[in-house]
């Protein structure tokens, strides 16, 4: 089993930053690539990037060259710096994490972007 805890959302200016961690504990030596991904009121839940364990990144379109997703293997930690946020990157974000067994899902962190 591995449980994740996230934290760093909460309310920000329209060009502000903000960053997310993810902590892992349990098994996480078994976890092989992170996640995090985001949902919006009535909308589905996307992906925002992701990280393997030997350090290659992904973004989706709408975030590249504003976020930047990084992992600590000592911390069993994930992060997610983001800058100049938008108010359409207001939503519920959450941590993810895969094993060759299964995907782990942390509780969600609210980030709001408004003036």
């Known amino acids: 089993q591995v449980q994740l805890v996230e934290s760093g959302g909460g309310l920000v200016q329209p060009g502000g930053s903000l960053r997310l961690s993810c902590t892992a504990s349990?098994?996480?030596?078994?976890?092989?690539?992170m996640a995090w991904y985001r949902q919006a009121p009535g909308k589905q839940r996307e992906l925002v990037a992701h990280?393997?364990?030997?350090?290659?990144?992904n973004y989706a379109d709408s975030v590249k060259g504003r976020f930047t997703i990084s992992r600590d293997n000592a911390k069993n930690t994930v992060y997610l710096q983001m800058n100049s946020l938008k108010p359409e990157d207001t939503a519920v974000y959450y941590c993810?994490?895969?094993?060759?067994?299964?995907?782990?899902w942390g509780q969600g962190t609210q980030v709001t972007v408004s003036s």
């Open positions: 993810n994490a895969n094993t060759i067994f299964r995907a782990y």
């Open positions: 349990g098994s996480a030596f078994s976890i092989n690539f």
């Open positions: 990280i393997t364990d030997g350090g290659s990144t």
